[in-house]
Each structure stands twice: as structure tokens, then as C-alpha cells.
């Protein structure tokens, strides 16, 4: 046995019927069958207007039966022919005189009790089972109309159960010949025999009594749309099906506002154990929401959101779960429904936070033990449904980019922070997550292709395997990982030479190791070619001007046409903090700014390596090539910042050099500062037809004036100036070195794969 409900949609016009008749049919192959229906579309609504109508006295009641009555008696001729039309015909009009009486006899007396006000809307479902029933018996089934209003009996607005379960069996032990009984759902009589209904909406419930007395092996309710949806899909067009709930979850939904199934439905089908699907009559084959006791496991807790407005809050029946909430006229009560699976402290500060950034005020949240409730202003209604929906329902699959980490300074570190930090927000804005799968010291390394925590990074990485002798490259080899990326946070020239086999093995490569691309010209083309042969990506932004958006803005212009005429830049750290910082005899001697520099980590291990230019060189170098010019590191002309004897010698000897000439400097500085001008050490290329290239290439001290951008640099700023043929110089200045600016440009190379 099986009981199958049709709403007021699904019968409210022959070629609809048709499709329930077919529904029907093909259930009543299988199984015996009890259909329940609704009152055609807005029928109960006209009836309700009658009745009121009749009573104010207004006649204009009689022109809305008259309407009413068209209408069945299009869907009669619709559907039956000859003599099953002419019957149906009769026996609808019978039920309309009868119903002419009984709204003749309210506006008689000018006035309704609700006794005749519920009388008169039971007709509605007496008009739509009539014809259907005639319909599957024309179409030969064996076929019995019930009447619901002598089977489900009531007692003070409540289902007497005990009688209308033995009203039911004995109906059915009557007619042991019948395949498909038709019962009108919604209406019932009490036990002082007057006419009632279950409330709005209760044909689901008729069905799930009738279910209950029948011992039916399912209840399906089919409506017009695809189940119990995470939403309502007429505010939410992304809402999907929620394929299975529990009772209490569907009770919930149902209570706290969603219209798909009348509340009071979920108790007699989960006191009898039986399961209620929710199907959709427009798409059959669809699975709907099946409802039942222990639905499967889900990914997520959270199933769906409703709302209600506030001031029917104290309505939901006493046996749900209510939220100890105020709320009332002007606000809605918008509900997270859950399995209690999830965490609800986090999920209704999520739930403010979805709220806060879509710029709407909670005026209230509570929770129970399986949902999140939040109270907002009625006009806010349609906005917050979108957001926490967009929240917590439209997560979009996440893309996992794989890891492997070279390198563990202060940059590995620094991006691991953020990692931990922000990892989720990531993933969130950006549908990506980056999964460190495996990390490496110069002297240890972790592998592990499902992920290793960056919390537990630094904890693991030194009981880690030995790294040396390449180690780290040949167990990343033995893993094969989709979207793998070697991230290379060193400082190694050599491992820039196996970029190339890096790309032979599947692995892109995002890497800060400008040493890596300061490499001679061809060996730096054969990188980018590999790269581009086995369609993957090198990017390597953060070696110039680290998370400046410096060689993005260089390729943009080179790849559109515009022809570079000159790159001049300022992108030593060093030398810019230092010389920015001096002010002869106005600040610390030189060789203190110096060290100072050194200790805290921004030169290279021997700051000489930035003073002689050579940190800047490499940039140049980068530079250049990603305008499209090949430089080598012979077309620069270098002139250090100072003379020879600065270089040869052991570094304590250097700094003593530095003291030495320290009233020197302390000239050239008040000499400068009369002129108006400045010191900056620039590296550029230029336009010059008489050089190798085309370009002339310099790195050397220039004396600069307020007009330049480069005067106004402080602290270790960075500033690069592109002129190009076609457009206005671009000049790039910020904040442009640090490990941990680093670590967030390589982290948006990362988020580019
Ligand atoms: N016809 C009734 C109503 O409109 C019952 C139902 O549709 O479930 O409320
Ligand atoms: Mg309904």
C-alpha cells in the first residue's frame, strides 16, 4: 500500500490530471493505492471569499461559484467523454447546487458561523477527487471514492487517531476488489458531526493519516517543485533539493517557514515508521527529498534555510524545538536548519559575519540544539536569505593546488602564518585551497601527499628525512599530484637548474629566488621554454620588487605592442634603506646604518653583495628580459657605490674602511643637500641604438631632483619607472621588500595557477 498526494497545482487542469493519472497508474501497477488531492489551484481561496462575500450580503458571491463552476466543468469536458463526461458533469453540478444552498443560506441570514465558514470550504476537495476518480475509472482501473469527512474524525481541533485509524482499515477491509481508492484531502468531520478542515495547506497531513491507518509502506507528496529545496526558490534561484532529511530536520524546515509540506504531516508518518517523499509532478524521474529515519550521512550538518515572520514565531507547534527568541511585526526570523552535526557557535557567528558583510544589522540570534536562528528587519528579508544562503549553500567546489615547499626561511614561514591564518578565507573568496604537501630544509623534509597541517609544520619538519644530496626531488617524484607546484623559497642558484625537470615531472613552479633567473640568457629561455611546452606556469613576480605588480605591468606592456624605451629602477633594498636613511652628519655614521641593515636581515648575508650592485644586477636583469630584451649580465656597466678597496677585504676590515671615511661622506651629504638634490643608486635600461641590444644598460649612483620620482623614496621603498613608446610613463612605488611581502606574492602566483 502507498499513499500518493497531489496539490492544488497538480490538479488544476486536464493535461496536469493526465499527468497524475499516469503517476497514479504506473503506482497502482506495483501496489494498491490510496490518492489524496488537494482542491484545484486557489479553489479554497474562492471559497473562503464566498463564504465572506455571502455573509457581508454582497451577491457578487453568486458570480464566483459561477466561475468556479466553469472552470471544473472546462477540466470535466478536457478530460472524459460521452457518457463518463456527461455523469461527471452531473454529479459536479449536483455538488454545486448543493453548495449554491448552503452560500444562498449564509446570505439569507447576512451572517456566518465558523461552522458554515469551514462547511463551506470542504466543497473544494469534493469537486476535484469527484473527477479524478471518474477519470481513472474511465480509464479502467478499479476505482473508490472515500469520503474523507466520514473517515478522519476530529476532537477540539485535533485528529481523533484511535477512531480514524478504524474508520480507515474498515474502509479498506470493505473493498478488498478496489486498486486505487481517491480520498479528498484537507477535510474531516468532528465528533459532533460538524463539517471541519485540517488547516491550510492539510491535504499532506490527510495523506500521511491515511498512511498511518493504512500501514502504508510510503507517503508521496508530489507538488510543483523538486523536493525540500535549501531554500525558497522563488527568493533564492540557487536553492537546490535536500535529497534526504530526518523527520525532526523536515518537521523543522516545514515549521520555521518552508511552505513545501504542511508541519503537522512529519508525526503521524514517523509514529508509524513510515517515509514521506517529497516529488515533483512536472519532472517524475527527479529523486525529490526523501524523509525518513536515519537519512545517509551528509558532507555537511546543514541542510536548508527558512524564514518566518516574526510574529507567527509563536505558532510552531509546542513540540518543536523553538528558539528562545523575541520576535515580532517588521521582522523575520530567518532559520540555518541542521543535523547537529555542526558546530552552532560557529556557525551563527558565520551567519553574522555572511549578514554583516552583506551591510545587514542582526537584530538577535539563538540557537537550539540542532539549528541557528537570526532575527532581521522584514525589509532586509530577501537580501540576508541571499547572503547566508550564498554562505553556507553555494560553496562552489574548491580547487586544491599542491605544494612543495623549498626552502624554510623567514618567506617559507611567513607564507605558512598566512596559510594557517587565512587559509579558509582563501578558499572561500577564491574557490582555491593551497595544500602544502610536502616541505623542505637544507637539512630535513616532510612529504605528504594528503596535506600536512601548517600548524604542525614546524613541530614535524625536524624529525623530518634527511634533505641532502637532492633528496626532497626524488621522493616528490615519487608521488603524482594534480596541480602540484614546486614553490622554491631559497636563495639557490641550483635549484634553478632543475626547473627544467621540475616541469618534465607535472610540477608547475612559482619561485622568489631571483638568483634562479639571473642566470645566462639562454639557460633562462630554456626555462621559460620548458615551462611552456608542458603548459605549465613559471612565475616568479616576487624577484623584483617583490609583491609590487612589476613584471605584470613590464610583459603587459611588451605583449600589447607598446615598445619599452626605458626601465629605470630603484630596487636594491639596501642601499635603499641606507641611503635614504643617511643624513651625513645628521644621522648615525653609514657603516652603523649599515650593519644595522644586516642584523635585521635586509642585505644579503654580506651586504657587499648589494653595495657592489650585484643584488641589483639580477634584477636588471629579470627586468630587462621580461620587456623582451635578452640582457647578459656583460652589457651591464656596473659602478659600485664605492671604490675597489671596499671589496677586497675581510668584512670587519670593511667596516673599519666604512669609519674611515666616514667625514668624507658627511661632506658629500651637506655638498648635496645645498644643490637640492639627492643620491640614488638607479638600475635602467634605455633605448640606445649604438648598444649590443638596442639598450644601454647601467647600474650606478645618479644624482636625482625633486622632479624625479626617485627623490621622494624613504625607508625601503621601491620605485620603477616604464616608459614606453605609446603611452605616459608608469611608475610603480611601494612598500617592496620584506619576507613577509614575499611570502603574500608568492601566494598570488599561487592563486593565479
Ligand atoms: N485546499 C486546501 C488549502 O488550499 C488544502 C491543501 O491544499 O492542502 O489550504
Ligand atoms: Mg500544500
Redesign the pocket.
Known amino acids: 500500500m502507498k499513499v500518493l498526494k497531489f496539490?492544488?497545482t497538480s490538479v488544476a487542469s486536464a493535461p496536469i490530471i493526465r499527468k497524475v493519472t499516469r503517476i497514479v497508474a504506473a503506482a497502482a501497477r506495483q501496489e494498491k493505492v490510496i490518492l489524496v488531492t488537494?482542491?484545484i489551484s486557489k479553489?479554497?481561496d474562492t471559497l473562503i471569499k464566498i463564504g465572506a462575500e455571502a455573509a457581508e450580503g454582497n451577491s457578487t458571491y453568486k458570480a464566483q461559484v459561477y466561475s468556479l463552476r466553469c472552470i471544473h466543468h472546462r477540466i470535466i469536458e478536457d478530460l472524459l467523454e460521452g457518457s463518463a463526461c456527461a455523469e461527471a458533469l452531473k454529479e459536479c453540478d449536483g455538488t454545486f447546487d448543493e453548495l449554491d444552498r448552503f452560500a444562498d443560506g449564509v446570505f439569507a441570514t447576512r451572517a456566518i458561523t465558523p461552522e458554515q465558514a469551514e462547511a463551506i470550504q470542504t466543497f473544494?476537495?469534493i469537486f476535484s477527487t469527484r473527477i479524478i476518480a471518474r477519470k481513472l475509472a474511465a480509464d479502467g482501473h478499479r476505482v473508490r471514492w472515500i469520503d474523507s469527512r466520514e473517515i478522519i474524525r476530529t476532537e477540539n481541533g485535533r485528529v481523533h487517531f484511535k477512531l480514524t485509524d478504524a474508520n480507515i482499515r474498515a474502509t479498506l477491509d470493505a473493498h478488498p476488489e478496489v486498486d486505487i481508492f481517491v480520498a479528498p484531502?484537507?477535510i474531516a468531520t468532528d465528533l459532533l458531526g460538524r463539517r471541519v478542515n485540517l488547516g491550510?495547506?492539510?491535504?499532506?497531513y490527510s495523506a500521511a493519516i491515511y498512511a498511518a491507518g493504512a500501514h502504508a509502506r510510503i507517503v508521496e507528496i508530489w507538488t510543483d517543485v523538486p523536493g525540500i529545496m535549501t531554500s525558497d526558490p522563488k527568493v533564492i534561484p540557487a536553492a537546490t533539493t535536500i535529497p534526504y532529511l530526518s523527520y525532526r530536520a523536515a518537521r523543522d524546515m516545514a515549521e520555521f517557514g518552508a511552505k513545501v509540506l504542511?508541519p503537522p504531516t512529519v508525526a503521524p508518518a514517523q509514529k508509524a515508521g513510515i517515509p514521506i517523499c517529497i516529488l515533483n509532478t512536472y519532472d517524475p524521474e527527479a529523486q525529490g527529498s526523501f524523509i525518513l529515519d536515519n537519512p545517509p550521512h551528509r558532507s555537511s550538518g546543514l541542510l536548508g534555510l527558512t524564514s518566518l515572520k516574526g510574529e507567527a514565531l509563536s505558532g510552531v507547534a509546542e513540540s518543536v524545538e523553538t528558539p528562545a527568541l523575541d520576535a515580532g511585526e517588521g521582522e523575520v526570523v530567518l532559520g540555518l536548519i541542521g543535523t547537529g552535526e555542526e558546530d552552532g557557535a560557529a556557525v551563527e557567528e558565520r551567519m553574522i559575519r555572511a549578514l554583516d558583510r552583506a551591510g545587514i544589522k542582526t537584530l538577535r540570534t539563538a540557537r537550539t540544539r540542532c539549528n541557528v536562528f537570526a532575527v532581521v528587519p522584514s525589509e532586509d528579508k530577501r537580501d540576508a536569505m541571499l547572503a547566508i544562503h550564498r554562505r553556507f549553500f553555494e560553496s562552489k567546489p574548491v580547487k586544491v593546488i599542491n605544494a612543495f615547499l623549498v626552502g624554510y626561511g623567514a618567506v617559507s614561514q611567513y607564507f605558512i602564518d598566512i596559510l594557517k591564518a587565512n587559509g579558509d578565507t582563501i578558499a572561500e573568496r577564491t574557490g582555491k585551497r593551497i595544500r602544502i604537501v610536502g616541505v623542505s630544509s637544507s637539512k630535513k623534509y616532510i612529504l605528504n601527499a594528503e596535506g600536512i597541517k601548517p600548524e604542525d609544520i614546524a613541530t614535524v619538519l625536524p624529525y623530518g628525512h634527511p634533505a641532502e644530496g637532492g633528496a626532497f626531488f626524488d621522493a616528490i617524484g615519487t608521488l603524482s599530484l594534480r596541480n602540484a607546484v614546486l614553490l622554491d623559497c631559497t636563495n639557490s642558484e641550483s635549484i634553478g637548474l632543475r626547473y627544467e625537470e621540475f616541469f618534465r615531472r607535472g610540477l608547475h613552479v612559482v619561485s622568489c629566488n631571483r638568483r634562479a633567473f639571473a642566470v645566462p640568457y639562454a639557460r633562462y629561455a630554456a626555462m621559460k621554454a620548458t615551462a611552456h611546452d608542458y603548459g605549465l606556469a613559471l612565475k616568479y613576480d616576487t624577484t623584483v620588487g617583490t609583491s609590487l605588480p612589476v613584471l605584470e605591468s613590464i610583459s603587459g606592456s611588451a605583449y600589447s605592442g607598446d615598445e619599452i624605451t626605458a626601465i629605470e629602477a630603484v630596487v636594491s633594498c639596501t642601499l635603499n634603506n641606507i641611503i635614504t636613511s643617511y643624513d651625513g652628519a645628521n644621522t648615525e655614521p653609514l657603516g652603523s646604518l649599515l650593519k644595522q641593515a644586516q642584523d635585521i636581515g635586509l642585505t644579503e648575508k654580506d651586504p657587499r653583495a648589494d653595495l657592489g650592485g650585484r643584488d641589483a644586477l639580477r634584477k636588471l636583469l629579470i627586468l630587462a628580459r621580461e620587456a623582451g630584451v635578452p640582457l647578459e649580465e656583460s652589457d651591464v656597466e656596473i659602478t659600485p657605490m664605492l671604490g675597489p678597496e671596499f671589496f677586497n677585504c675581510p668584512i670587519e676590515e670593511f667596516y673599519e674602511l666604512l669609519a674611515a671615511y666616514e667625514p668624507k661622506f658627511i661632506a658629500r651629504e651637506a655638498e648635496l643637500d645645498a644643490l637640492g638634490m639627492r643620491q640614488r643608486f638607479v638600475a635602467s635600461i634605455r633605448r640606445d641604438p649604438e648598444a649590443r641590444l638596442g639598450y644601454k644598460a647601467e647600474i650606478k649612483m645618479q644624482l636625482v631632483g625633486m622632479d624625479s620620482p626617485f627623490f621622494w623614496i624613504s625607508g625601503t621603498e621601491n620605485v620603477v619607472i616604464i616608459r614606453s613608446a605609446l603611452s605616459a610613463p608608469l611608475v610603480i612605488r611601494g612598500a617592496g621588500e620584506g619576507a613577509r611581502m614575499a611570502a603574500s606574492g608568492v601566494l598570488n602566483n599561487l592563486l593565479a595557477l
Open positions: 496539490g492544488g488537494s482542491a479553489c479554497t473544494g476537495e484531502g484537507f491550510r495547506g492539510g491535504s499532506d504542511y
